[in-house]
């Protein structure tokens, strides 16, 4: 019998956790080290399964399933190409998050590891969980912690910050935890053999009418994770007042979960209601795109400019993600890869400059390139990288997700290209104000560059910039057959039709209303 | 064996070097390396051209794939190169005239804090200019003509210190990016109607009727698109006299010679597509046409010496597009190659009179340095010969194989816009040299006492391109001087089909050559009459008509036109819908009125007990009665 790998793959975050929980909260060195230890071997193991994962195979890999809750509920885990990149994503940038927060952290380091390793075991769980129950305990996971993040490390609005996240992100929650539980029932009514299961309700066939309020209660969630315009204004706030770490790994993973869910869940599993939806959520993701990049022009804050920017690249990423054909989902999920990189890449970078200038006002600043020129430098690439610059990981995704979208509907790709023009302009335009012109001030003149440790930290993420610019067919391999796949559940190809017999259907009813008393 | 793949190879792996170990290095390991790099790509390239030459007729070249890139259902794109006839004229261009520069830079930037950053710059340029070139899909030449824009823009801002010279180079990129927007939908047009990104699938689709005439029109105009960006015509030129903020150098070789024809070299790459359209060889040919035109007006007017020399090379290039409009695909290249050796020649010879001058740029601040600077204005002076179109020396050629070709295909107001524009010529160009070289002394006296001739470094290569200007015509002698004789156009012809090119007939070919060569004639005469003969000339001239002077001072307004039109609607519009709809409306809403607000308030502050321990305590119950209540 192999070893469960992927509960170990959560678990050990987690046991990480516990442990921080007995050490002494004046040794940081040891809550640093141990932080590091742990996260260090979830991105070993991730690099392992990533290794030993078959691109060639659709179906989830590395699947645990026990018995798990009462009544049919399993534990049930395992990884499709999508949720292996995804994971390594997480794995990869969890250890430099870490790093990275050295300097950044005065008070309460141990309880600020603790959220940080609980975050990992959460989001790893969301991608890894089989069965929605699971799903959404790992959903809800991810949702506290980064709340506390926000709220007790972050900058001067935090509480403000922080209550508006959980404020909306747990309207959408309670949404699809209602709708969760209806899709329980009626996967139980047709008589399925593990409640809640995720691949068995890919199979389900729900009437349309049905399907139209669970997939609007599902996607409202999913599309306040992403987020998509309206639901987008929590972004801004959050990532504002966040600590450094914590803004890497919200847009870097956080809003990748909402995307994710709409392509595990909310498309597949409702296809119907999907398909009906799709011009509304694509006009959405259109204006996203239009909207986020325009709103990234005018920001003062660096960190809000970034902000908006991942608005923009979401909406892009939810746009070839309603394209449905395999190289639009094919380029989002790379997209979500290179996205990932260079805007956690930017975020630590603005990190660095806070941490010196103790400011993040475009206005501030002006000929830092002069006084931090390796600075300035791995600023550039990080910018080049997420305007989408051939050789650099944007492109690829960027590409793709044009290509596929134009395949579906050109027009949608006509509406979606001007990103190409406002991407460079904010992007830019933001280097001009803070890297040119001439020195701005004495405490401009003061700042010292980069850090030895500060490169360690992000050259890592250049590297994996080039690589996936250079040889994008490492990932894309992996994620082909499981992106085919579930395009084919999106269209409904692989449906099976289960049969619902009336006294079936009663027996199960009543056998879940026990469940329920 | 054909070694043509390794032709970036060197330029790359030095920029690499130069960008990771470049602040370490010495100066002279940083010159050996640059330099020496794009030499040893220069001797590839001249391998492999004549290794071409040795084969020639064994058509059709193959496309050698290095690396298969990117890979999703039915779409593929590889790192493959293809090393045609064309291919071959431009790597030479780019690394022959790009070795010059190398060498000229050493000496003109000697003195520069960012030494090592320049040079990395200028070999990325060259590695990524070759891969446009070499490369035999649109998706590899894509990765290439944003490289170069990238080093472009890095170059403009090399003194970024200078907020003009940082504005100048985002400016470069933001205009070439929206040329780009409409590239990037041409490749997907392409893509989708021919099934292929590689150039010689569309080949075959369009020369097999596999793609619909309307379809190749919309592709063809949307790639040029592109190219208005990348090559500066009109409406996209904006960017270029700008970009003159940047080293004269960098000038001469990404802004004259090289870069800025990559438009041109794409229309010639695809000269089947818009043959085939007709359309879109139209509208490339009037864009041409009417941007050789508009640019050269500026150029009458303006002071600085390079802001002349950048309108005239938009202009210049405006004849390459209307060669290759009319169908002359070959001579549009022809003249790419010859305004490649007499511009960069220009502009170096700027750049040593800048040298001498303390850096001035004004030509009303110059005046008699014939006499100080001589072997400078000896090249110079054989650069506007090459670029007036004054016989034999080399843009008389080939700006002739444009207009004759024009004239023969019936184009006759296209010709006659190209006469015009070449009286122009002559007319601003002849101006600068009277202006600079000839006539009294008007610098300051400080300036005076330093003046002095460049470096051997910065000379030598003054006096090769002198050669090439002068000389570069003979490869292609018109028809009706020497069957045969029109080496280039026989070398391209397996790339662009020599078919049905109408042919003038001797006796009206020198018709055109007589018109030709009186137009740039009438241009250096009237400059004499103006800037010789009666120097008050100018000046009562622009007393009689102020509007029209301060009109084409300012450019027509251009700019000022987009920043009113375009830019700060978008910017205004944003500003007030971020203030308005996103932190107002939206956030508003979000926020809510009334009972949630509250609602969040009360839940915050019980929550808010500022102990972890509670908070941790909160979330374990919370998880706990949730399983609880789904489970039991």
Known sequence: ?517 | MDASWLIPLAPGLSAFLLIIFGRSLSRRLVTWLACGSVAVAFSFSLLSALRLRAAAGSVPYPARILLSWIRAGDFRADISFRFDPLAAVMVLVVTGVGLLIHVYSTGYMAREKGYARYFAALNLFTFSMLILVLASNFILMFVGWEGVGLCSYLLIGFWFEKPAAAKAGMKAFLVNRIGDAGFLLGILVLLFAVGSAEFSAVDQAVSGGAIAKSTATLAALLLFAGATGKSAQIPLHVWLPDAMEGPTPVSALIHAATMVTAGVYMVARMNALYAFSGTAAGVVAAVGAFTAVFAATIALVQNDIKRILAYSTISQLGYMFLGCGVGAYAAGIFHLVTHAFFKSLLFLAAGSVMHALSGELDIRRMGGLRHRLPLTYTAFLIGTLAIAGIPLFSGFFSKDAILSAAYAGGHRLLWAAGLLGAVLTAFYMFRLVFLAFHGGERTTPEVRDRIHESPSSMTVPLLILSGLAAMAGWIGIPAVLGEKADLLRRFLAPVIPVIRTPHAGSSSEWFLILTATSAAGLGLGLAWLFYQRWPGLPARFAAWCPGLHKILLKSYGVDEIYQAVLVRPLVGASELTYRRFDLGLIDGAVNGAGAATRFAGRLAASLQTGRIKDYALGFLLGTTIFLAWILL
């Open chain 1, 1 to 517: 019998m192999s070893l469960p790998l992927l509960t170990i793959l959560w678990a050990l975050p987690l046991a990480g956790a516990v442990l921080l929980i007995f050490l002494p909260k004046e040794r940081r060195d040891i809550l640093y080290g141990t932080a590091l230890t742990f996260t260090g071997l979830v991105l070993a193991l991730a690099i392992w399964l990533f290794i030993r994962f078959d691109g060639a195979t659709a179906g989830p890999q590395f699947v645990e399933r026990t018995a798990w809750l009462g009544g049919g509920v399993q534990y049930h885990v395992g990884i499709d190409g999508i949720s292996l990149v995804l994971i390594l994503l997480t794995a990869f940038l969890m250890p430099l998050a870490v790093l990275s927060s050295r300097n950044a952290v005065s008070s309460r380091l141990k309880e600020y590891l603790f959220f940080f390793l609980l975050l990992e075991a959460g989001i790893i769980g969301v991608f890894a969980a089989l069965n929605l129950i699971l799903f959404y305990v790992f959903w809800e996971v991810v949702l506290i912690p980064m709340a506390f993040l926000i709220g007790v490390w972050g900058g001067p609005r935090r509480v403000y910050a922080a209550t508006k996240f959980v404020l909306v992100t747990m309207f959408g929650s309670l949404l699809m935890l209602a709708a969760i539980l209806v899709l329980g029932r009626l996967s139980a009514e047709a008589g399925g053999a593990a409640a809640f299961d995720i691949l068995e309700l890919h199979r389900l066939a729900i009437p349309a009418g049905t399907q139209t309020w669970l997939f609007l209660a599902f996607a409202v969630a999913f599309a306040v994770k992403v987020p998509m315009i309206p639901l987008h204004t929590w972004l801004p706030d959050a990532h504002v007042e966040a600590p450094t770490a914590g803004s890497v790994l919200l847009a870097a993973v956080l809003l990748k979960m909402g995307a994710y869910g709409f392509l595990r869940l909310a498309l597949p599993i409702f296809p119907d209601a999907a398909a009906r939806f799709l011009p509304a959520l694509a006009a959405l993701a259109i204006a996203g795109i239009l909207y986020g990049g325009c709103m990234a022009l005018v920001q003062k804050d660096i960190k809000a400019m970034v902000a908006y920017s991942s608005v923009s690249h979401m909406g892009l990423i939810m746009l070839a993600l309603f394209s449905s054909n395999i190289e639009s989902v094919q380029g989002a999920v790379f997209q979500m890869l290179a996205h990932g990189l260079s805007t956690g890449l930017l975020f630590l970078l603005v990190g660095i400059l806070y941490e010196r200038a103790h400011t993040r006002s475009l206005a501030d600043f002006g000929g830092v390139a002069r006084v931090m020129p390796v600075f300035a430098a791995f600023f550039l690439v990080a910018s080049l990288a997420s305007l989408g610059l051939p050789g650099l990981s944007g492109f690829v995704g960027e590409f793709l997700c044009l290509y596929g979208i134009f395949g579906a509907h050109s027009i949608w790709a006509v509406l979606a290209v001007p990103t190409v023009i406002l991407s460079a302009a904010y992007l830019l335009g933001a280097l001009r104000r803070v890297m040119h012109g001439p020195v701005a001030d004495d405490r401009v003149r003061g700042l010292r560059d980069m850090t030895w440790r500060e490169i360690a930290v992000t050259a890592p993420i250049v590297v994996l910039i080039l690589w996936l610019g250079l040889f994008p067919r490492t990932f894309l391999a992996k994620t082909e057959a499981s992106v085919s796949a579930a395009i084919r559940l999106i269209e409904k190809r692989d449906r099976i039709f289960v049969r619902t017999s009336a006294p079936a259907t009663e027996a199960a009813r009543g056998e879940f209303e026990e469940r329920r008393r």
